[in-house]
Each structure stands twice: as structure tokens, then as C-alpha cells.
């Protein structure tokens, strides 16, 4: 459970604190009629007191199906808008703003438009790691759980852009053998694995199974047995009767792995350099601490205009309909 020291470790920062955040998270979730979502990739403290705790797209059902009144969004910027995108009378809370994405930014708003433009009679599906404004643009969503099953409902002869993940892009490419128009976005943490040191690893450790996250570079995904969500990833571990698994997605994930299977060994992949960077630096930005002051606060809350709202509804309607 929640430390003393735990709890006054930002107190400089933030101000007191209580000293136990968890109780007090509990208190005001029943004051606010809140519910906490969270990704996979969060802090284990965060994923502990978590009311729902998922992969995008189960986040997004998520949010979809609530009946709170306050959400907070253990995730990054993008997340926290699909909710509000999803029930804007709803008050969103997302613990830190500056909690965004590398994917999501590597895709800026009107170099996407000269791009669509450029593409005219193009499908366009966004992956869901992207902006509001760029949701706006697209006529279908995905995620990583459903991209390939979006994918295949399309006319063959439909062309279709694929945005913002090459690699996922890539990865539903050859599942489908369609071909698609990538943009060239990609997320940092899943281009740091290192083929080498994931063949290294395989090597010391013979018994284990590799498995990997489609945004993960094609030289990574080969060296794989399960490529999947995090969700799915999850659920392998389980079901698999393997009992060590080389685990190349953000570490985060682990958490979950060994509450769900404690009697199996799980082990990061390691990145190209002796760093942490297989950690997402913007996930890690959320902490218990802030999420306590965020709820406290009321703030920082999630906003956007209806005209970019309600034209990143549509193509999110479509996904959760085409996900059934």
C-alpha cells in the first residue's frame, strides 16, 4: 500500500498532500461521481486504483458506456480527448497536459490536409494515437486491437490512407495485402527496440517466447511469435502455456502480466541504447499525486470546440460500430 514517504515525495512541488492518496482518491471519486480510466502503460500505482484499465480501444468503450459524471484519464492528451470527444457534457480531467504523445504530434494538422489533398478519393483511417483535429479529418478510426478487421471491411478497390503509424500501417499492409497510403509518423518508444539485443535476448533466453506491439519496426516484429494490442499481448500471456515471454512494448504493461500470471517471467525488451527509453516518457508524466490534485481541482480539464468535436465523432462512431 501507499508510503508516508511516497506521499510527501513531491509535496515541494504540489503542495501537502495526503497521507494516503489512495483513500483519498477513493473519497473524492465518490464525491465527484468519478470514475478513473487508465492505460496499460501507467505508473502500477495508478493502474492499482484504477476503476477500468485498458488498450485504447477498450478505454474508448470505455468512455463510451460511463455514467459518471467526472472522468479522469490516466493516459496521455489524445486519450483524454477521445472521452470528452465521446461525452462532452461530461467534465474530463486529464492529471498532467503536458501528458502528450509522439505519434499524435508527428502528424501536425494542416501538413496533414496538404497530404489528404494531395490524395483526393482516398478512405482516410487515423489510428487513434493522433489529435482531435486530425480525428476530424479522417472517416474511420482504429485502433491497434481492430485496424486489420477496419481494414478488411473496405472495398477492395476503395484507395485508403493509413494514419499517422507507418509501422502499424506496415503491419495491417500484410495482414490485409492492401495496399495503403502511410503517412510517416511513428512513436519513439516502440522504434527504440533493438533487433540485436532482441535476438541477444532470445539467444540467453531459449525457453522464451517473443511477443510485440505492431508499432514496432518490421525488424522487431519478425523476431515474434504473437504480434497483438496490449490487450491482446495481455491475453496471450495468460492463455499461452509458456512461462517466460520477452515483452516488446512499454514496460508498463509488465505490471498487469505478472498479476494476471505470477508464475510466469516477464522481460522488457531492451532499447538500442543502456536508457530507459522503452519507457513512454509522456505516460510516466501522470501520478498518483497529480491525479489526486487533478480531481481536488477539478482541473486540468479537457476542452475543444463543437465543430472539431462533433466532426471527430463521426469517425469514431464508425469504428465502435465496425469493432462489433
Known sequence: MFTTALAQRDNTQL??????????????KKELNAVILAHYYQE?????????????????NAAAKTHADV????????MAET????????????????????????????????????????LVISYINCSAEIKAMSDIICTSSN???IVQQIPKEQPI???????LGRYVMEQTKRDLVLW????????????KKMVQLKIAHPQAEAIAHPECETSVLRHASFIGSTAALLKYCQESPTKEFIVATEPGIIHQMQKLAPHKQFIPAP??????????????????????????????????????????????????????
Do not use: W
Not at 15 to 28: K, N, T, V, Y
Not at 161 to 167: E, Q, S, T, V
Open 71 to 78: 472522468i479522469v484519464f490516466a493516459g496521455v492528451h489524445f
Open 15 to 28: 503542495g501537502a498532500l495526503p497521507r494516503d492518496l489512495f483513500a483519498a482518491i477513493e473519497s473524492l
Open 184 to 195: 510517416q509518423g511513428s512513436c519513439i518508444v516502440h522504434e527504440t527496440f533493438s533487433e
Open 271 to 324: 532499447p538500442m541504447n543502456n536508457c530507459n527509453c522503452n519507457e513512454c516518457p509522456f505516460m510516466r508524466l501522470n501520478t498518483l499525486e497529480k491525479l489526486y490534485l487533478a480531481m481536488k481541482n477539478r482541473a486540468p480539464e479537457i476542452t475543444m470546440s463543437e465543430e472539431i468535436r462533433l466532426a471527430a465523432l463521426r469517425p469514431m462512431q464508425r469504428m465502435l460500430e465496425m469493432s462489433v
Open 83 to 122: 472521452a470528452k470527444i465521446l461525452n462532452p457534457d461530461k467534465l474530463v480531467l486529464l492529471p498532467d497536459l503536458t501528458a502528450g504523445c509522439s505519434l499524435a504530434d508527428s502528424c501536425p494538422p494542416q501538413d496533414f490536409a496538404d497530404f489528404k489533398a494531395a490524395h483526393p478519393g482516398h
Open 44 to 60: 502500477p500505482d495508478i493502474q492499482d486504483i484504477a476503476d477500468f484499465i485498458g488498450d485504447s480501444l477498450q478505454l474508448a
Open 161 to 167: 490512407i493509413f494514419a499517422p503509424d507507418r509501422n
Open 147 to 149: 485496424a486489420v478487421k
